[in-house]
């Protein structure tokens, strides 16, 4: 069974880059999409975007112009950065394998999340 | 944007049977938004249950099914139990390589 790990700053200042790293472990990240998904306190799930492993990325589009997903797959790691964060981009950040839409479509594993509070 | 949407609330009693749904603010959900659902209780990760539509996750009881009813998916549970007392999402594929969640419902079993 694949398993998924969230690492990185539990705090991060207004303005600055949040950066988030998922480990893999159980089987290898090659061949697979990628994804990270967040959750604010007290609220529902978002999706941030997926990453396949040759690179490729799609990112939701209110949050395009701040993340950059990148997948190490030496080291069975992808990441996330969000950059000029705000008090609102603080949340559960969540990574899962998937989606990839073949025959289906869905978050299939997922990590434990990791919170990430902005403050100064 | 679209809006995925669900109900914020519903209620179950134990043993009853109830079905929440995921809609769309504009259209109608059919498979092709491949819609899938996850279960997740407080503080934990969320859980998931149905995917492709009415395919059950691995491990997930029979008492879970997917559907889409009328011009909305939905997530059927058969015989609630008490542990069944969660929060559910719905995620919709809206293509070109992008996903949205449904706000969630909090479903009680009293």
């Known amino acids: 069974q694949v398993q998924l790990q969230e690492s990185g700053p539990g705090l991060v200042k207004p303005s600055e880059t949040l950066s988030l790293t998922c480990t893999v472990s159980?089987?290898?990240?090659?061949?697979?999409?990628w994804s990270w998904i967040r959750q604010p306190a007290g609220k529902g799930l978002e999706w941030i975007g997926r990453?396949?492993?040759?690179?490729?990325?799609n990112y939701n589009p209110s949050l395009k112009s701040r993340v950059t997903m990148s997948v190490d797959t030496s080291k069975n790691q992808f990441s996330l950065k969000l950059s000029s964060v705000t008090a609102a981009d603080t949340a559960v950040y969540y990574c899962?394998?998937?989606?990839?839409?073949?025959?289906?479509?869905?978050?299939?594993?997922w990590g434990q999340g990791t919170l990430v509070t902005v403050s100064s | 944007q679209t809006v995925v949407t669900q109900e914020p609330s519903f209620s179950v009693s134990p043993g009853g049977t109830v079905t929440l749904t995921c809609g769309l603010s504009?259209?109608?959900?059919?498979?092709?938004?491949?819609p899938s659902w996850y279960q997740q209780t407080p503080g934990q990760a969320p859980r998931t249950l149905i995917y492709?539509?009415?395919t059950r996750s691995s491990g997930v009881p029979d008492r879970f099914s997917g559907s889409i009813l009328g011009n909305k998916a939905a997530l059927t549970i058969t015989g609630a139990q008490a542990d069944d007392a969660s929060d559910y999402y719905c995620?919709?594929?809206?293509?070109?390589?992008?996903?949205?969640f449904g706000g969630g419902t909090k479903l009680t079993v009293l």
């Open positions: 899962a394998r998937g989606p990839y839409c073949g025959s289906d479509c869905y978050f299939e594993n």
């Open positions: 159980g089987g290898s990240i090659s061949g697979y999409y």
């Open positions: 990453i396949y492993t040759s690179g490729s990325t």
């Open positions: 504009s259209g109608s959900v059919s498979t092709s938004y491949y």
């Open positions: 492709s539509t009415n």
């Open positions: 995620v919709l594929y809206m293509g070109s390589g992008s996903w949205v």
